[in-house]
């Protein structure tokens, strides 16, 4: 029997944009992310074009963590959800849920969750510091950078995470 009691967390919290929900929804898939998020990247594993669909498997590597392998489970234009499952090797398994609705027609919200369940010791670390106060400022810099994005067409540099 093992003796790790692993931890799950979950988070969830909604940010306001002001473009059309369909706008908003296109920034959420890897290759878009890339011009508003600072210091989003990601490598291609399959399709190895990058072409954005279901089944699509990519790696990321931020700061000193290890690689995360990521896959876009659900992408439904009709409904404006996006999904995602990212396992960051030794330490945690994710799903990213995004659901877009319009507010009017110059603007959306997104309800942004992420759900965490550690692998290790690490894992267990990693979701202690993922508090609901530290959610809630991450979101509120995707809610800057993005709106940042979609009056300038720039990325908004700072120190994200």
Known sequence: MNSFNALRVSRTYSIELNASVEKV???????????????????????????????????TRRHEESETIWRLNRLDAINWEVEYLRLTVGSRLGIISIKCNAVDLQSARATV????????????????????????????????AINHYLVTGETLINNAN
């Open 25 to 59: 929804f296109s920034l959420f898939d890897p290759v878009i992310e890339k011009k508003w998020a600072y210091g989003w990247d990601f490598k291609p594993v399959f399709p190895a074009d990058g072409s954005v669909q279901p089944g699509m498997v990519f790696t």
């Open 113 to 144: 969750t992420y759900e965490f369940t550690a692998l290790s010791e690490a894992g267990n670390e990693y979701i202690r510091t993922f508090t609901e106060e530290y959610y809630r400022h991450w979101m509120k810099e995707w809610q800057d």
